[in-house]
């Protein structure tokens, strides 16, 4: 079969995987896998589940060429996200970064702290889907440098723990990789699992609306492209008026 090839997003950024919850260029099961490239350096956001790594890897290669990814930075734990990352950690060259606890739970392929084990067994993914454990650097939150452009590490808890988002400000637009915290059209995903809080969830989201988005990259979806804090503002005046935020799935 023919791959469809990555898609680029902004300037800066390449989708390089992608599953059915969004434009399917890579496993069924992946998450959106995003390449910001700073020209003297480039990083992943997220993994996609491992199930179509090298598929990633060359998408990433096809925008690249000889240049290397420098690190694969995680949103959270869970497999869609974090499965592919000791493949394409091991693939590109590249170091793995997530916040603790995330950090821990990738770095031990620990499927119960994922969720991955209950998630397979209600069949959301396959028996092959088992992520192999890998070394992985607590990120720290503020600035890091990208190359030529500044990413933001944002602690932002409330989907799962460990959760973060990253920002890039970049010839006047601010791009946000918003992983399972916010969908287009203020969607959020509230999960059943221990460590999904509401509290949190809605705290994080007002932060994250509070930096005024241009670009919107979410974990899963539509990206979007200009005019993004209004999407975050739809998910906070439903915050606002004590409701839950429409689910990813509506
Ligand atoms: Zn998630």
């Known amino acids: 079969m023919t791959w469809p090839a990555p898609v680029r997003l902004t300037p800066r950024v390449t989708l ?7 434009f399917g260029l890579t496993d069924a099961h992946d998450s959106h896998v995003y390449l910001l490239d700073g020209v003297t350096d480039a990083v992943l956001v997220d993994a996609g589940c491992g199930l179509a790594s090298a598929r990633i890897a060359a998408n990433v290669r096809a925008c690249l060429g000889a240049r290397p990814v420098s690190r694969i930075y995680l949103t959270h734990a869970h497999a869609d996200h974090a499965g592919g990352a000791a493949d ?3 693939q590109l060259g590249a170091t793995v970064l997530a916040l603790a606890p995330a950090a821990a739970i990738v770095a031990t392929a620990d499927e119960e702290a994922s969720g991955l084990r209950t998630a397979r067994q209600a069949g959301v993914y396959p028996e092959g889907l088992r ?3 890998v070394p992985v650097t607590p990120a720290d939150p503020g600035d890091v440098a990208v190359g030529k452009v500044t990413l933001e590490v944002h602690p932002t808890p409330g989907h799962a723990a460990g959760h973060c988002c990253f920002s890039v400000r970049d010839a006047g637009t601010r791009t946000l990789f918003s992983g399972d915290l916010v969908f287009s059209r203020g969607r959020v995903a509230v999960l059943a699992t221990a460590d999904s809080d509401l509290r949190e969830l809605d705290r994080s989201l007002r932060a994250m609306a509070a930096l005024a988005p241009d670009v919107l990259l979410p974990g899963h979806g539509t990206p979007v492209l200009r005019e993004a804090h209004t999407h975050l503002q739809t998910a906070v005046s439903h915050l606002d008026r004590a409701e839950l ?6």
Do not use: D, N, T, Y
């Open 16 to 22: 390089v995987g992608s599953g059915s919850l969004g």
């Open 88 to 90: 394409l950690a091991e």
């Open 131 to 133: 992520p192999a454990p």
């Open 245 to 250: 935020p429409p689910g990813l799935l509506s």
